[in-house]
């Protein structure tokens, strides 16, 4: 059974720092591309972050480039996602997800991904 787990989210203060890994089981990370999304309430799941199989590929949304850095970790089977200077606008349920490295395309969109995680909440709040 392919699954994606999120973990590393919590409570933050503004300016802080986190780091979110997605880690998979049931199937091999290295043939798949990754996006980070995230979904505030209220409001629509919107692309973060992603990163090709090869990881050579990465794209950032406007409102985290600079502040948030996209990595994976081949042998570990997991992808990360470095947050520092978090705003409070960045709370939201995080979400990671995968498709096949030959569907990938860098492209902040829910399309293509096959599979997501559960999520894991990240606040950032004083």
């Known amino acids: 059974q392919l699954q994606l787990v999120e973990s590393g989210g919590g409570l933050v203060q503004p300016g802080g720092s986190l780091r979110l890994s997605c880690a998979a089981s049931g199937f091999t990370l290295d043939y798949y591309g990754i996006g980070w999304f995230r979904q505030a309430p209220g409001k629509e799941r919107e692309g973060v972050s992603c990163i090709s199989s090869s990881g050579n590929s990465i794209k950032y949304a406007d409102s985290v480039k600079g502040r948030f850095t996209i990595s994976r970790d081949n042998a570990k089977n997991t992808v990360y996602l470095q947050m520092n200077s978090l705003k409070p606008e960045d709370t939201a349920v995080y979400y990671c997800?995968?498709?096949?490295?030959?569907?990938?395309?860098?492209?902040?969109?829910?399309?293509?991904?096959?599979?997501w995680g559960q999520g894991t909440q990240v606040t950032v709040s004083s």
């Open positions: 997800a995968a498709v096949a490295a030959s569907s990938w395309y860098s492209s902040l969109r829910k399309e293509p991904y096959d599979y």
